[in-house]
Structure formats: C-alpha cells, structure tokens
C-alpha cells in the first residue's frame, strides 16, 4: 500500500486544493492531508479555525465521492524551526512514502534528512487561497473558485463577515 | 446527526479504550477521536509517536468492523492552562454537542463554559494503559489487553524493546 | 455593581486612552484596565515596559481626580492564539460584564463565545500611540498629546532618547 | 516614597499572606502584590484562576480597612529561567526598592543583581496553602485559616467542590 | 585577563563580521562569539543551521592564524522579551567586561543593567550578509565579500542553491 | 578527520565526566562537548549556570593539558520533543560522526533516525552530578570527586552556598 503526504492551510479549501488531492490520489492508496497553522483562526490570514477546515475537507471530498477510508486528515502544528520540520511531521503521521509539494526548500528538507520520494503537486487549477479571501471581502465572484459544498459551509457560517471582521481587526 | 468527542492519549490503545469507543459509537452519528499529548514520545509515559497511535487506531477500528465515516481522528496538543482547554478543543474540533469523559474537571469546564452535554465514560473493561506498559516492559501477559490488531502492531514495532530503552533512559 | 473591561498597549498612554477610560468610568463602578504586550518593551512598537506603563496610568488617573478603587490594572499577555483569547482575558480577570473595544473581531469573540454585553469605545480625542510616538521621536510636538503627568514622566525617564535607541536598534 | 514587593500564589489566600501583607505596609507607602502563576488554575497545585484571586486579595485588604491605593496587583508569569526571573519582575513592575521574601535564592538573586533591600518575610501566623487545600478537600476547618472575606468568597465559588473536581482529575 | 563579547547571526560569515572580531582580538585576551538566531535555518533570512555557522567561524579564524584558544562561540539562542537580553547572556556566557556592539540598544541595555564597558564594534570593511545573501541568490560577485575559507565552504554546501531553495519557499 | 558527540550537563563537571571525555578523544580528532539544559540554572537539579559550566569545561580541560583544538563546546538547549531531538543537535553542531552516550534511547533515535555510530561511553569512574551536588549541600567529601581546577572554581563562586540556597528554595 501506497500513502502519500499533503499539506496546506486551507483558509479556506478552494479548487485548486481539490485538484491536487484528486490528482494524488489516483497516485497513493491512502492520503494525508495535513492541516498547516492548525492553532491559528480569526486572523487575516488565517480567518477559519482548524475545526471548520476539517469540515470542509471532508464535505468537500464526500461531495467528489471520495470515500473516508481513502484520506486522513492531520494537524501538523507549526514549529518555528524549519530545520526539524521533517521529524515534527514523521512524528504526527503514520508512515508514508510520497511528499506533495510544490516548495523547493520542503522537497530539499524531505530528500536530504531521509530520502522521500517527493513529486510536484499536480494542480489543474490556478487559484489561491490569499485571491478566494479578497474575493470574500470584496463580496466578488468567489463562489466558483471553491467546491460547492465549500460554498454552502461559507455561506452557513457567514465567511463574509468574518472576513471582514477580522480585516478590520486593530 | 449526532457528534461526540473523546479523548485518549493511547499510549498504547488497549481493550478499554475500544469498549469506550463502541459503546460512545451506539450512541452518536460521527465520534471525534482526539489523541492527547500528540508530540510527545520516547518517553516513559508517552512511548509512541502521534503517527503510531494512528496506525493503532485505524487499525483496531478496522478490526472491529468500524467504517471510517464513523469517526475522526484529531491530534489535541496539550496546553498547560487548563482554563483554557474547552475553547483549546473547540478551535480544532468539528462542531460537537457531546463529551464522553471520566474526568470531574473536564466534565465541569465543558458544562460550565458552554453547556455541553457530558457524559460518563463507559467501559466495560477495567485497564489503564499504564497497566499494558507495565506488562510490556517485564515481557508478561499484555496481549490480552489490546485489540489483536493493536498487539500485531506492537511486536511489529517492537514495543517491547521501545518500552525497556525509555525505561533505561538517564 | 457593574465591571467593565477595557484593553490598550499604552505605548504610551495618550489623551484618547484617557478619555475612552474616563468615558468607560460613566458607565460602570470599576473598570479592568488591560495592559496588552506587558512582556514586549525595548522595541519600536513596544518602546515602555509594563512596569512604566502602569506607573502612566495610575499617574495619569491620580492627575485626573480618579480614587484608585475605582480601576484595577491587569497584564494580558499576548497569546497567539486569537480564538482563545476571551478564555485567556477570563482567566487573568476578576468578573466583568462589559467590554469596551473599537475591534470588530473581539466584539466578535466576546458576544460568539459569552453573550458580553460589548460597547463601542467612547474617544473624544483623535489620536494614537504611533503617532505619539513618532513625534517623540522627532522631537516634535508630543507633549499635548499626552496627559501632563505622562507628559512630567516620559521626560524623567528620557523617552525621546529610548525612542530614538530602539529606533536605530539592530 | 518607600515601595515593596511581595509575591505568593495565593492558591488560595490565607491568614499568613494577610499578615505579611499587613506587616510590610507598616514599613513601605505601597505594595506591589505579585500573584505568581497566574496562567495556572484547575489544577491540584494551583485550583484557582488569577481572577478570582485578585478577587480574594482585593476583598480582603478591603476587610482590613486597607486602602486601594496602598498596594498594586500585578500578575507575574512563570518563567522556567530562574537567572532572569529579576529582569522578569523589574519588566513588569513599577518601580520598588525593598523585596519582601522568605526564599534563600530569591534574596541571593536580588541581592545579587541588583543591590536591592531584600527583608524576611514577617508571618505571625504559620499557615500553608497547602494546608488550606487540604482541609477544603477534607471538608474539615479550613474557614479559620483563611480571612472572613475569602471564607465567604470560596463558598460562593463552591470551593470544596473544586478542589474535589481538580484532586479526582485523571 | 579581558573577557570581550560580540555577537553576530552569520548569515553568512562576511569579512566585515572578520575584521570586527579582529579589531576585537586586538584590545582583549580572549573573544566570546554569540551566534544570534542559532535555532533558525533554511529560511530567507537564516539559511545556514547553527552548526553551519560554526564551521564557517572556525575555519575564518584557522584561515587568519587566529588561535581556538583566543575565543569561544557560544549559542545565544533568542528571547522575545528585549528587557531581559542581558540576563539571557549573562547565564550562557563565561564572565566578560567589554561588549561589542553597534546597536544603540544593546549599548544602553548593557549599559543600564550593569555597568559592563561598551564599544562601538569597529569595522574596516563595509559589507552586510543581507548583501552577501542577495550575491549570491543572482550569482553575482559574492565570493570577494567572504574571508575565502567561508568561499570554499559555501561553495561545498552548495549554498548558491540553499539561498535559491528558500527565497523560493512557499 | 573524525568528530565525535557528547552531551552532558555538567552540574557540576565530574571525575566521571573527565574520564569518559579523556576516552573519546583518544578515538577522535575532535569532540563536541555539549551542555545540556543550558538555559536552566538556580534549581536544584541545576544549580550553575551555562557560563560557570564553560568556564568549569574549559579550565578542567586546560588542568589536563588537553588543547582548546581538540573539542568545541555548544549549548544544546532542551526541547520537549524527543522524536525531534536528533534534528535539533544536527542544527546546532558542526557536522560529526560518532555518538558517545550512555541512554539507550538516544542510542536508539541516533542509530534509527540517521545511521551515525553510537559508543557506549567509556567512563573509568563511578560518580554521579547527583552526587557531588549531595556531598557539596552536606560539606562532606566533595573535592575528591571533581577535577582540581573545577574544585578551585566551585570555591570561587562559593557553590556550598548556592547549593545550600536552591536546596532551600521555596
């Protein structure tokens, strides 16, 4: 059995994320998806919190048929020191083979400490997430750069105002 | 849909945390499994890195026969200020509406910070994992106490060397 | 008996801090004076230690005709975690009912997390730190912005020099 | 003008406290009160929030006629450097002279870094807070330990019943 | 005998960081150099580890004839809180009398703590590792900027594509 | 050129201590001598600061005509996460080869993480830190135990007392 290695913050989850998982998963048995800056929310960059990324993570992947046993989501908690990064996540995941990544100091990290097979994530979609918030504050087209169930969970928990709540924060 | 939270830190996961687990699993929809202390490890009282008690829990949950949709693994880094615990939990956690706990103090930050519904811990089986660590470090008879997955899984580590290394530590 | 909760980093206290608490003191019996960031000092943005800070404000209250019993100064130190922060603020502080703040996402918090009642702060002078502080640091007109006993004491302790010094620093 | 500081946990106050604290005022204009582990609380060492023991100490120097502006509240956080431990203070307090102590290393380090005037705690009463919470959680007599006003308080918080809570915890 | 202090982050070793600590060596017996930052690496600003940086120190001063008993290097890892930066040295280092420094800060900190004697850092050469950073990430001119023992040593390392690896990071 | 790594925390430095570094240099050019607990001083568990025990280090081995370009003394400072704490001292240090420890889990983690070679340390002497801190608080027949020059220092800085004082904390 094959598992593979993503990370990202998900602030929030858009199209871009999706096509990457899926693409990694036509590759690895099993993916985890780490959830980077997991202690952080309610602040510009990082508005949601850990528990309403997890939930669209999974609405979004039950809403592509992706099934529970094919992923597992895990809070990598941010540690300062870059240099230990590859244990910090050794320590949190079950073990795996294969890294997602489209940074070159984390695939150097990964194939110098301990020889992963590290492989460009493969997204579809350009999107980022910094352009989803702006779209958010500015009430813009952001509907379609997320999946819909995303959308729906944006919209329940009234993103917009958060957004802009903490926009204005100070 | 019905969600419940509880918590372990697993070290190993052993028949009375599964027997708590099934029993809490009759009663709600989706069961956040949260794993405490997920940074420690090596050491005499938290032996196993986060990644393997994973392992230990997907496994064991397999072996019961649990689909995946059933529940949620979610790493809860301890915070020295227990007053803050409860908004701690919230922050990384999927909204839930009940606590499985055994703890007085839990049970009463829960219900007196936000009205949570807290329930006993019911287990049907009497064992403290500090009982199987005990078992395994004199190499007697501590395959009993965990789900047959869970004790192929620790000869497969090697548990029994990992518990007389942290033992002899310093 | 009403309490109120008000926060600021007071580098240094400013007329519009002044008059946002002798506002705050119409309404409630005793008001939390909050000192945030009391551990930062020696830098731009945090050029006062909170040991100097609190000798401004009780300074500036005494000059002002203000007893003592009517506020009580408390540190808050900085947590990263924003969506504990109300936890933390409960944790350090005697009870309060009222928080007065101009942030959008901490009237967030407090009325999300405890249903506070929370008060626009009441400013009847325009002004900031920052701008306090580039004045020091100019040697411009800053002494009028600030109450006359901060004005006596930022000069006993050569506050324009400690700007400048933290200033040029590294 | 002459000013103290003097430092204990408070967990909770007693009638030692209240007499070192009656009998410093007789030597200095103002005392700083510092709580020491303020972030702690719930637990068997430290039961109470640094809120309600500001609550405590402020209720019952107000008992003894203790005016509001002869002393300060200051909370000092832990840290685990106890060669820094005076800068610590000096940051977070205003201005004093005298240390009032009964620890050996705490009169060396100020002695020692500073050339402050560092007296022995003066206590007429022998009383531990230990002891306090012993008897709270024994539900013997613990009321005569305490002032009249904290006995009043911890009935109103129902104290016994968090000692309890906190004792029973894991 | 004269003790001197001096600290630097090393990021890299440049020939003004050499011509300071040579100037340095000219007034005392013996030269503490603290590493600054020693725990951040593969990070825009920090590229090299700890361990790097002490290589490069080590072969410098081989490569100047400067004996390994005329210094030390001492890990001066950073503390958030500005106001207690003479303690934190003061604990990690032997006892020295003389600081070298540039920083109007750190002169009055060191200055106000404890009397030490401070020095303006005296440098012949005018170079910055900001700078010797930005050579090296467009392939420019970078190797006259660093005594050329650190130049091989750069070399080996690779460091042209370390510096290339985390500027594109994220 | 082989390096080799030994850590200790030296409180106080040892006949023990000398021993086992006296061996390792015997089976390498160069050795890293690392201070544990560096920033922890005053307790006691760890009555010296870092800079008494540098200054312990280097006059011990100057005592024993052993050149200051054989070994390199570097602050390896705690942190909590055992799974990381191979990562952590390969940043600190230079690079090196060989691992002289006595603890069968950084034995462990060494050989696992990494594939250095680990030796067991080589000591010719029986005498704990423990012991030594036991024999200095009681006055007994401490010099015995400890290298001349590190007898001479612990004189100098009056250590009997400063154990006496931490013993005596709180």
């Not at 990202?8 to 858009?14: S, V």
């Not at 294969?98 to 994530?121: A, C, D, H, Q």
């Not at 919209?155 to 903490?166: E, H, L, P, Q, Y």
Request: a negative charge; glycine letters at 8%.
């Amino acid at each position: 059995m094959k598992t593979g290695f993503y990370i990202g913050r998900f602030q929030p989850l858009h199209n871009g994320h999706m096509s990457a998982i899926k693409n990694a998963l036509k590759e690895v048995d099993k993916l985890i998806i780490g959830i980077g800056s997991p202690e952080k929310c309610y602040t510009r960059d990082n508005p949601f919190t850990a528990g309403e990324r997890v939930e669209m993570i999974t609405s979004a992947l039950e809403g592509e048929g992706i099934s529970t046993d094919r992923y597992l989501i895990i809070h990598i908690r941010d540690i300062e020191k870059y240099g230990m990064w590859v244990s910090h996540v050794e320590i949190l995941c079950p073990k795996f083979e294969i890294v997602y990544t489209g940074s070159p100091i984390t695939k150097m990290l990964f194939e110098k400490n301990k020889g992963y097979e590290v492989r460009e994530v493969s997204k579809d979609i350009d999107v980022s997430a910094t352009k989803v918030r702006e779209e958010l504050l500015n009430e813009r087209e952001w509907e379609e750069l997320v999946p819909e169930s995303v959308s729906g969970y944006l919209k329940k928990i009234d993103a917009v105002k958060r957004i802009k709540d903490v926009e204005a924060k100070d």
